[in-house]
Each structure stands twice: as C-alpha cells, then as structure tokens.
C-alpha cells in the first residue's frame, strides 16, 4: 500500500520538488495545497499519512493550518519544509506539534528519510 502524502506550498516549484523527491520514494501525492486553507481543506477530504507544510505562506500561514490540521486530527503527522532562516517559526511549529522539520534546500534523500522517519514515529527533533 503506496505511503500517502499532502505537501503543503505556495510555491508551485516547490510543490513539485517535493513531490518528485517523495515519489522516487514510493510516496503517492493525494493532494497540494499553495496556502494554509486549502491544506486545512484538502487534509480533511484525503486524511495523508504525513503532510509537508511550509510555514510563510500568503493568507492562512504553516502555522494555523497546523494548528487546525492537528484539531482535527490529533494523531496527524505534520514534516515542516522551511528555510533555516525561520528558526524562530520553525521552534513556534514543532511546539505546536509539527512532528519533525527539514531546511530549504533539501536533498531528495533527506527528504525521504525524513518524511519516512515521520511515518515510523522516530522524530530527529
């Protein structure tokens, strides 16, 4: 059963970095969302096993949406994707229960084994 994931950018370029680097890994994309609502939104109707958020984003930001994410469901796994420069919002996320968090840029591998690492329950954080 392919491993399901909702990545969460308002970058289309990244969107799609993210999706390549977790397709070579056997992940389905179930969804993308460009902005907090949308993924508030599109975590209800496909429930991922892990989703990928960005923390700045225009309107809704990373962090309400995982705020929300997490009322819904607590037990959902959230992998922050963000430049090390948000180490302050980075830190405000994973105290908010993102579950682990890997810098822009990223290597596909770290990627991987990151979000993989999410799945089994084993946070580097």
């Given at each position: ?29 179930v969804a993308?969302?460009c902005d ?59 105290r908010k ?29």
């Open positions: 059963m392919p491993k399901r994931v909702l990545i969460v950018d308002d970058s289309m370029l990244m969107r799609r970095m993210i999706a390549d680097s977790l397709s070579a890994g056997d992940w389905e994309v993308e969302a907090g609502a949308e993924a508030i939104e599109r975590y209800q109707q496909t429930r991922p096993d892990v989703v990928t958020m960005d923390i700045v984003m225009p309107g809704t930001d990373g962090l309400h949406a995982l705020a929300r994410i997490l009322q819904i469901d607590p037990a959902a796994k959230v992998v922050v994707v963000s430049a090390l420069n948000q180490t302050r919002l980075i830190s405000e996320a994973i229960g993102a579950f682990d968090f890997i810098a822009k840029p990223f290597l596909p591998e770290q990627l991987q084994e990151t979000v993989d690492s999410c799945l089994r329950g084993m946070a580097r954080v």
